[in-house]
């Protein structure tokens, strides 16, 4: 069992940045890839970024690749989001998901296994 915790959430206007954190509970943080989603209202939940277990393996969207960057510490059992140059479309609850590493990233939502809560980012124009 994993149990996730985001934080980092917050109103910034265009053009700032945050940082998303995930904690990760127990000690087999380092077996799962990490993924954040997002979902605005009215809309569904969407693939942000994602990393693999050892942090070689990276992939993004396509609207926030050179503005948002994923990373994971596994000795503090945390994967971050850091948010730069932030959009109002960025506006959504932000969600950290992990699933149990078999070799490959996914993107869909239904494969991950565990979710946190949900961190509020909003962008004013």
């Known amino acids: 069992q994993v149990q996730l915790v985001e934080s980092g959430g917050g109103s910034v206007q265009a053009g700032g940045s945050l940082r998303l954190s995930c904690a990760a509970s127990?000690?087999?943080?380092?077996?799962?890839?990490m993924g954040w989603f997002r979902q605005a209202p009215g809309k569904e939940r969407e693939f942000v970024a994602a990393?693999?277990?050892?942090?070689?393996?990276?992939s993004y969207t396509q609207s926030v690749k050179g503005r948002f960057t994923i990373s994971r510490d596994n000795a503090e059992n945390t994967a971050y989001l850091q948010m730069n140059t932030l959009k109002p479309e960025d506006t959504a609850i932000y969600y950290c998901?992990?699933?149990?590493?078999?070799?490959?990233?996914?993107?869909?939502?239904?494969?991950?296994?565990?979710w946190g809560q949900g961190t509020q980012v909003t962008v004013s124009s």
């Open positions: 127990g000690r087999t943080f380092n077996r799962y890839n």
């Open positions: 990393i693999s277990v050892s942090g070689g393996i990276t």
């Open positions: 998901a992990a699933d149990f590493a078999n070799g490959r990233i996914y993107l869909e939502p239904r494969a991950y296994e565990y």
